[in-house]
């Protein structure tokens, strides 16, 4: 007997540490904070939610300020000391030029537009970014924005006027822009599906009479209502 018996203490030892260490564990899990949150890098970026609102803000007198990657939809004005890069309502330009990331874009322009090719895609890019350009530094622009954040690109969108003319029915109805990118109820209350309609004339008139884009493809674009 006397044989066995440090075995058997000593077994009975091992099962009361596990014991007292599963039991340490289990108590120090109950009263650790819990953090739900997931890490910094999974996180997803954070929006300037301070500029965006629910209520409209009118800016007037803006101007044209001198960008890089000014163009055709997508512009940075000077309004009241402080510049902002505006993003149009309802219009997309199509490309200025090629990157390594804009190639599916590009393809999805041209065929919007008919069936362009990528180089006559591009060509109407910069022939949209001209034109805007050269009507706002005519001015005076009027800005209608409620701060609303375009991804995290530093842009927010915007309804942008130039005397009585709102840009984006301007590029739409002179074949530079297709209807396509986010649309809002405007701040007079005009519903969205009513501008829609809208654009949408405007675009079958700028068809028929092949303007912009409309006289190099063949006249149909993929979608509805056109």
Same mark, same amino acid.
């Given at each position: 007997?006397?044989?066995?018996?440090?075995?058997?203490?000593?077994?009975?030892?091992?099962?009361?540490?596990?014991?007292?260490?599963?039991?340490?564990?289990?108590?120090?899990?109950? &009263?650790?904070?819990?953090?739900?949150?997931?890490?910094?890098?999974?996180?997803?970026?954070?929006?300037?939610?301070?500029?965006?609102?629910?209520?409209?803000?009118?800016?007037?007198?803006?101007?044209?300020?001198?960008?890089?990657?000014?163009?055709?939809?997508?512009?940075?004005?000077?309004?009241?000391?402080?510049?902002?890069?505006?993003?149009? %309502?309802?219009?997309?330009?199509?490309?200025?030029?090629?990157?390594?990331?804009?190639?599916?874009?590009?393809?999805? &322009?041209?065929?919007?537009?008919?069936?362009?090719?990528?180089?006559?895609?591009?060509?109407?890019?910069?022939?949209?970014?001209?034109?805007?350009?050269?009507?706002?530094?005519?001015?005076?622009?009027?800005?209608?924005?409620? !701060?609303?954040?375009?991804?995290?690109?530093?842009?927010?969108?915007?309804?942008?006027?130039?005397?009585?003319?709102?840009?984006?029915?301007?590029?739409?109805?002179?074949?530079?822009?297709?209807?396509?990118?986010?649309?809002?109820?405007?701040?007079?209350?005009?519903?969205?599906?009513?501008?829609?309609?809208?654009? %949408? &004339?405007?675009?079958?008139?700028?068809?028929?009479?092949?303007?912009?884009? !409309?006289?190099?493809?063949?006249?149909?674009?993929?979608?509805?209502?056109?």
């Amino acid at each position: 007997m006397p044989r066995f018996s440090r075995p058997q203490n000593t077994w009975q030892l091992v099962v009361l540490v596990i014991a007292v260490v599963a039991t340490l564990v289990a108590r120090f899990n109950r &009263q650790a904070p819990s953090d739900n949150r997931p890490a910094r890098d999974q996180r997803p970026p954070a929006s300037d939610s301070r500029r965006s609102s629910s209520t409209w803000e009118v800016l007037q007198n803006c101007a044209l300020a001198e960008d890089r990657t000014n163009d055709g939809d997508s512009f940075a004005l000077r309004c009241g000391g402080k510049t902002h890069t505006f993003r149009l %309502y309802f219009a997309d330009c199509p490309e200025k030029y090629r990157h390594q990331y804009n190639g599916e874009r590009l393809a999805d &322009q041209g065929a919007y537009f008919g069936g362009l090719n990528e180089e006559q895609t591009i060509a109407i890019g910069v022939q949209a970014k001209d034109f805007a350009l050269d009507l706002l530094a005519k001015g005076p622009v009027t800005v209608e924005t409620r !701060w609303e954040e375009v991804y995290d690109s530093g842009r927010v969108y915007a309804f942008v006027r130039v005397g009585n003319q709102d840009l984006a029915e301007a590029l739409i109805s002179r074949g530079l822009a297709r209807i396509h990118t986010k649309g809002v109820t405007r701040m007079d209350g005009t519903p969205e599906r009513t501008q829609k309609d809208r654009l %949408y &004339q405007l675009e079958r008139e700028a068809k028929a009479q092949k303007r912009g884009a !409309w006289a190099a493809g063949r006249g149909k674009s993929p979608g509805k209502g056109r």
